[in-house]
């Protein structure tokens, strides 16, 4: 068992993508860190921001992980235990599929001091600077986000439940089963029901594609769409498609 004393962890939301989207207090953070563990959404720009802190990345793909998820917990531990200052720097907000709890957890088993800094999740800043409203009075009042896949690489449950529903739902890493969830989708909504699905949201490498439940998987083999991507579903993604379909020739922008 690590030798514990003053060493801490801070998880720390970078945002969706943008560098400017990290909060103030998450930049700080980092700032100040000794040791940044960093996942593969982060924006490379805000290591920038640390010349001196020693640097892992340990971001996970699909079918490939630079470090498993107790290999992470470890190194959290094994730093902080020398009382290293220790941000775990992940994209989005931690807290949302982040696996925070696991880490959390694992600190806990140690004694070892941790804290949270919330950061702008993907599914409100990528929708956000699209316009898209994921509430909208009389339109969508309520907002149900998912995660496309389970943790043993399943199509979520909650996709057939999600589709029953009125409200905006956004898939995360849903790509993998798109094909699938659009026929969920299908059992309880109109064909022309709409669909926004964003890539690399809020980053230079963004790409999006709207359409219909209908039209939707042909624009995403069309424009070569893949992960990282949110899918966004719902009566509030409406005004966007309407309004692109009469600005662009093709319903794929960056």
């Known amino acids: 068992m690590e030798q514990l004393n003053k060493g801490s962890i801070c998880l720390v939301g970078a945002g969706p993508g943008d560098p400017e989207l990290i909060t103030l207090k998450g930049l700080k953070a980092i700032q100040n860190a000794e040791v940044i563990l960093y996942d593969a959404l982060i924006n490379p720009l805000l290591l920038d921001h640390n010349v001196i802190a020693q640097k892992i990345f340990v971001g996970k793909r699909r079918g490939f992980a630079q470090k498993t998820q107790e290999e992470i917990n470890h190194l959290l531990v094994h730093y902080a235990a020398q009382s290293k ?87 995360l890493m849903g790509m993998r089963f798109l094909k699938e969830i659009i026929t969920e989708f299908k059992k309880y909504k109109p064909k022309n029901y709409p669909v926004a699905i964003i890539q690399n949201g809020t980053t230079k490498a963004e790409k999006v594609v709207l359409g219909t439940l209908e039209t939707i998987e042909q624009e995403v083999q069309t424009h070569s769409i893949s992960n990282p991507a949110n899918i966004i579903f719902g009566s509030a993604v409406l005004d966007q498609v309407t309004q692109y379909k009469n600005l662009k020739s093709a319903l794929c922008y960056q």
């Open 85 to 171: 200052k220790v941000v775990r720097l992940k994209g989005g907000d931690p807290l949302i599929f982040g696996r925070a709890c696991e880490e959390l957890s694992y600190a806990a088993l140690f004694d070892i001091e941790t804290s949270i800094i919330p950061g702008i999740s993907s599914f409100t800043g990528i929708a956000a600077q699209h316009q898209i409203p994921l509430t909208k009075r009389s339109v969508s009042e309520s907002l149900w986000v998912t995660t496309g896949h389970t943790y043993d690489g399943q199509i979520s449950s909650d996709i057939p439940i999600a589709a029953q529903s009125s409200a905006t739902v956004v898939v």
